[in-house]
């Protein structure tokens, strides 16, 4: 159980790795806020986990010139990001201006090409967020991948206002689940170790 603890760690930490490698890194600041997005919960509303639903809208903002904008920006991502207050102490939820190495939006709720007129979509708060206050943030993005602009549900200083709450599912939930996909990586792997075994024997006798 711990060496698989050990290799979920590492097999992690790859991850990590290889994400902080990728991309030129906009920063945040250098971003437009020509998006304007609205998620459907109020100031301080609890939602559950694997229970409840959001409605997010987004589009741009009419002030600026869409043909410009239809130019420019080939996909939308609307994401879940961690407000100031449950980020404090947390490292791994951290706030940093390049945007290769923010922490700050971590689940991706939206993905979709972009398109000038308003589009609108449901979540349901997916069973892996974990307990937090959050908002919601759209970016849009160029033909290369890269942050264009951005919009957010809350405001831009010390990100106070429209924050909800998810509850998410219980701890224990989450280490079971994890316990049995780690047994079940194990069984497979003993499968295949079993049938490479009884192939050898198999040539052996040959
Ligand atoms: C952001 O970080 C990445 C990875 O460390 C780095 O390659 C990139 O140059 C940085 N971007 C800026 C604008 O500092
Ligand atoms: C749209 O952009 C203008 C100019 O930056 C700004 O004053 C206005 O508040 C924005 N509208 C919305 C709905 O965010
Ligand atoms: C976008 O909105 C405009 C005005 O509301 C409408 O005339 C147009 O047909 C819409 N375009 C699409 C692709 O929905």
Excluded at 58 to 70: E, I, K
Excluded at 91 to 102: E, G, P, Q
Excluded at 107 to 118: D, E, G, S
Excluded at 150 to 159: A, E, S, W
């Amino acid at each position: 159980m711990e060496t698989c603890f050990l290799t979920t760690f590492v097999i992690i930490l790859l991850f990590c790795l290889a994400e902080t490698c990728y991309g030129g890194g906009v920063l945040f600041s250098s971003l437009p806020q020509t998006l304007v997005v609205s998620a459907s919960p109020q100031q301080g509303q609890v939602l559950n986990a694997g229970e409840d639903t959001i409605t997010l809208t987004w589009g741009l903002n009419q002030s600026f010139t869409a043909d410009m904008a239809d130019q420019l920006y080939k996909n939308v991502k609307v994401k879940l990001c961690y407000a100031p207050i449950s980020q404090v102490d947390r490292a791994w939820r951290k706030t940093v201006d390049n945007l290769s190495k923010d922490k700050t939006c971590q689940f991706t709720i939206v993905n979709k090409p972009y398109q000038r007129n308003q589009s609108s979509d449901q979540w349901m708060v997916e069973k892996d967020v974990p307990t937090a206050t959050y908002f919601v943030r759209a970016y849009a993005y160029n033909s290369a991948g890269e942050e264009m602009a951005y919009g957010q549900t809350t405001d831009d200083g010390k990100k106070s206002s429209n924050l909800f709450e998810i509850r998410g599912i219980t701890g224990r939930h989450l280490s079971l689940n994890i316990a049995s996909a780690c047994f079940s990586a194990f069984s497979l792997a003993s499968l295949f170790g079993l049938f490479w075994m009884e192939r050898r024997k198999v040539s052996v006798k040959k």
